[in-house]
């Protein structure tokens, strides 16, 4: 099945943020080109971030007004573009959240695809970034990637950046310091030091368990959805984008 007919929720979503950890870059891409195989015209863009590119002919201008008019003549003969405001050693500048409004009310695309957060990617998100993607109105769905495979491995700064900073508001889990089941709990069910905010929003967000590449975290991920499911987090996956399967874990 493909993944566009799992993951996406309604017939209506057109607004889709991804954010998270290994595989969010991946996964819009796979999103991307499924929706661009299915005659769909698709638009990715970032909140004035400098960020590489996943996929997409690159449109980039800083008057928005010429960029709006370059958009609506690349995205006839290109299905995928990617839009910025400059770009500079590869890297592209996202727009203004002004500009990504104007751009979702001109209807040039069928889909708007957000790359939320930093090139960098981290599961672990501080409340400011989570506070910030709450006010995002104007979506329509939210894909949050949670890389599962570091489960029981070392808080470690390198590969979940504010990982020792987040773990402060966890005090319970600060002697052992590990990415463990209870601690990834306490951290998505968390609203005023986690990620659950993210799960009480207008939009719907699914959650994604990457890289799932063995039976050993097969069962990890389905015993971690079904603690999750008490706190009412309903739409999980578990996903090995590298075999490009994403399937959702069922609530029994």
Not at 18 to 36: H, T
Not at 64 to 83: A, C, M, Q, R
Not at 117 to 136: A, Q, V
Request: proline share 3%.
């Amino acid at each position: 099945m493909a993944i566009i007919d799992q993951i996406i929720e309604n017939k209506q979503t057109r607004v889709i943020g991804f954010i998270g950890g290994k595989g969010r870059n991946f996964l819009l891409n796979q999103v991307a080109s499924e929706l661009a195989h299915a005659g769909q015209k698709v638009i990715i863009t970032n909140i004035e971030k400098d960020i590489l590119p996943p996929s997409g002919k690159i449109i980039y201008h800083k008057d928005e007004k010429t960029l709006l008019s370059d958009i609506k003549k690349g995205i006839k003969t290109n299905p995928i573009v990617y839009v910025g405001t400059e770009i500079q050693d590869h890297f592209v500048r996202g727009l203004t959240l002004n500009g990504i409004r104007k751009l979702k009310s001109e209807h040039s695309q069928d889909y708007l695809l957000l790359l939320l957060g930093s090139e960098k990617k981290y599961s672990l998100l501080s409340n400011k970034d989570i506070t910030k993607i709450c006010k995002l109105n104007l979506l329509d769905q939210l894909i949050y990637c949670f890389q599962l495979d570091l489960i029981d491995q070392p808080l470690d700064h390198s590969k979940m950046g504010n990982a020792l900073e987040i773990v402060e508001h966890f005090p319970q889990f600060k002697s052992d310091n590990l990415f463990s089941q209870d601690f990834i709990f306490n951290y998505l069910t968390s609203a005023e030091n986690g990620a659950y905010r993210l799960f009480q929003q207008k939009w719907p967000t699914s959650l994604v368990f990457t890289d799932i590449n063995n039976l050993l975290l097969e069962n990890r991920s389905i015993n971690l959805a079904r603690d999750l499911l008490s706190k009412k987090i309903q739409k999980i996956y578990q996903s090995n984008l590298k075999d490009n399967s994403l399937k959702r874990i069922p609530h029994k």
